[in-house]
């Protein structure tokens, strides 16, 4: 089993930033591609960012430019910053990472923008 911990969410708002952490633990041995996806009130969850284990990373289109996903192989982490973030940001955001064939999510953390 693999454990996630994420943090960084809040209140900002429209232009700010912010910087979301996850940690995971438990059987981190074989873990791969680690994912930030999000989800907004009466809405699917969506992906947002995905970085593989050799640091190649995607974006949704709504993110591109605005957004990084970076990854410490070494502390088992996954970060999101965050940019000139927009109301429509608004959203619970969830840690995912995959481990032989397996998805582990995070509990969320709720990211607000608004002024």
């Known amino acids: 089993q693999v454990q996630l911990v994420e943090s960084g969410g809040g209140l900002v708002q429209p232009g700010g930033s912010l910087r979301l952490s996850c940690a995971a633990s438990?059987?981190?041995?074989?873990?791969?591609?680690m994912a930030w996806y999000r989800q907004a009130p009466g809405k699917a969850r969506e992906l947002v960012a995905v970085?593989?284990?050799?640091?190649?990373?995607n974006y949704a289109e709504a993110v591109k430019g605005r957004f990084t996903i970076s990854r410490d192989n070494a502390k088992n982490s996954v970060y999101l910053q965050m940019n000139s973030l927009k109301p429509e940001d608004t959203a619970v955001y969830y840690c995912n990472v995959a481990r032989i064939g397996t998805y582990y999510w995070g509990q969320g953390t709720q990211v607000t923008v608004s002024s």
């Open positions: 970085i593989t284990t050799r640091a190649m990373t």
């Open positions: 438990g059987s981190i041995f074989g873990i791969s591609s």
